[in-house]
């Protein structure tokens, strides 16, 4: 229990690190936009490659993690996170050399979340994973909590190059932390992870999964891209405002993340996909209200209720594989499902960048958002007619 305990923490506070990257770079883009004299659609891309690398090793990342086995996956992860980080600040000095980290910043992002899925299965029972991976994502309402605050203060103080190569520094720290204290998994995954693989693009559970994940995070990083521009630009908040009403919301995610975990484990076992539609509902009825917010203290309450949703829906979809998949293939599962969120990453602030500088208007990119949200919603309704658990057969 200790050694679980241990692990579920340091796991958390690496998970709190690639949030806080990413969240940090949405606050980054307000001095990088003046220093580089940028238009909307090249902000768009320096958050939409980051994401394009994150989608297009996805999958390979997850299959690796089946192979070699979490610990190392998760210690090469954080350890190109630290490296881009410092790059991007040391040496982004031109948009083409900004990219290029970003890019690259994504594919060391790309074998965490698959790694912490398959840590999280290989050591706990199937009714303590749900908990356990909320846990762990619930890491990313303290990245976006504390995060905000921290970067604005931050950028403030050190600048958006000092302040990269900070977050690197202690990312280095973290992979030293988890080198020496996360247990190595107990047995090779290897011989275990080639055969029921390259059957799961088949699996409709696992195809319906891809759809939902990229609906829902289309708002999700969406909003963390974009919304400290909309609440300094959109609605006239200075930057330290805006980063506390973004804290709030972080607030509602973090609480939503432990709760959902709890909830959906004792009383939606089963039930999953009404509990997701209805949330998914809530969520993109919150987006649009947020738009139409004329205070900062409606903003914020709305940004919490949004995320509070959001992320509901977010968990139930994320840990509904280690309920109805097979342990042996979970990384390559896990990395083929989040490939589709990681395609919404990438789509949506390339989208958002271009529907600003086709209206200069924020309506039609919180419409966007808010129909993406529901459609997460309304992609896994049918999972409402299949059985709680699959089989193994179905993806060999």
Not at 117 to 139: G, I
Not at 144 to 164: C, D, E, K, N, Y
Not at 323 to 351: D, H, Y
Request: glycine letters at 10%; a positive charge.
């Amino acid at each position: 229990m200790k050694s679980q305990s241990q692990m579920i923490l340091l796991l958390f506070v690496g998970y709190a690190f690639v949030y806080l990257d990413k969240t940090v770079t949405g606050f980054a883009l307000l001095p990088i936009e003046k220093e580089f004299g940028l238009s909307t659609s090249q902000l768009g891309l320096i958050t939409g490659v980051f994401f394009l690398a994150y989608s297009l090793f996805q999958i390979p990342a997850g299959w690796l993690n089946d192979r070699i086995g979490y610990k190392t996956m998760l210690l090469l992860s954080l350890s190109m996170l630290r490296l881009c980080a410092i790059l991007f600040g040391a040496l982004g000095a031109s948009f083409g050399l900004l990219l290029l980290f970003r890019f690259l910043a994504g594919v060391g992002h790309s074998g965490y979340p698959c790694s912490c899925a398959k840590a999280v299965v290989s050591n706990f029972s199937v009714e303590k994973r749900t908990f356990a991976q909320s846990v762990l994502l619930s890491s990313a309402g303290l990245a976006m909590t504390v995060g905000p605050i921290v970067a604005v203060a931050a950028l403030s103080q050190l600048g958006w190059h000092r302040a990269f190569i900070t977050l690197g520094i202690l990312a280095c720290v973290m992979a030293g932390l988890m080198l020496l204290r996360v247990p190595a998994p107990a047995a090779p995954a290897k011989e275990k992870a080639h055969g029921g693989a390259s059957g799961l693009w088949r699996n409709p559970t696992v195809l319906l999964l891809f759809v939902a994940i990229f609906c829902v995070n289309i708002p999700s990083y969406g909003l963390m891209s974009w919304l400290p521009r909309f609440l300094v630009d959109g609605m006239g908040m200075p930057m330290t405002l805006s980063g506390y009403i973004f804290a709030v919301g972080g607030a509602g995610m973090w609480c939503s993340s432990l709760c959902t975990g709890w909830l959906v484990g004792k009383y939606f076992f089963g039930r999953e996909p009404r509990a997701i539609l209805v949330c998914a509902t809530l969520s993109a009825a919150a987006i649009l209200g947020i738009f139409y917010a004329t205070t900062a203290l409606a903003a914020g309450i709305l940004l919490f209720v949004c995320e509070i949703f959001l992320m509901a829906t977010f968990v139930t979809l994320f840990t509904l594989p280690m309920k109805r998949l097979p342990e042996n293939v979970m990384g390559a599962a896990m990395g083929f499902i989040n490939t589709g969120g990681t395609l919404g990453g990438f789509i949506s602030p390339i989208v958002i960048g271009f529907l600003l500088d086709r209206s200069s208007s924020y309506q039609s990119t919180f419409i966007f958002l808010a129909a993406s949200m529901l459609c997460a919603g309304v992609a896994i309704l049918p999972l409402m007619r299949r059985k709680t658990s699959a089989s193994v057969s179905a993806l060999n």
